[in-house]
């Protein structure tokens, strides 16, 4: 919950400053909020599936949008 949030106030900073690095950081929180929303269906949901392959892909999607956002806007 607390990464969709995130997601929500890094975007709507974006759409009023129009800076790179808050469209990524939102991204990356967007990939963080879907790995959280599926840990929640993966346990709590259907426990008897085991969704592990895309939690991990979901997180590691929007640790690397977080990432190429760092890197490109510090050169």
């Known amino acids: 919950m607390a990464s969709l949030i995130c997601a929500a106030l890094l975007f709507a900073g974006y759409r009023k400053e129009k800076t790179a690095l808050l469209f990524w950081a939102s991204l990356g929180f967007i990939g963080l909020a879907l ?10 949901i259907l426990p008897a599936y085991d969704l592990f392959l895309w939690r991990t892909m979901a997180a590691l999607v929007g640790m690397v949008l977080l990432l190429y956002g760092l890197i490109r806007e510090t050169k």
């Open 35 to 44: 790995n959280n929303i599926l840990l929640f269906v993966d346990l709590i």
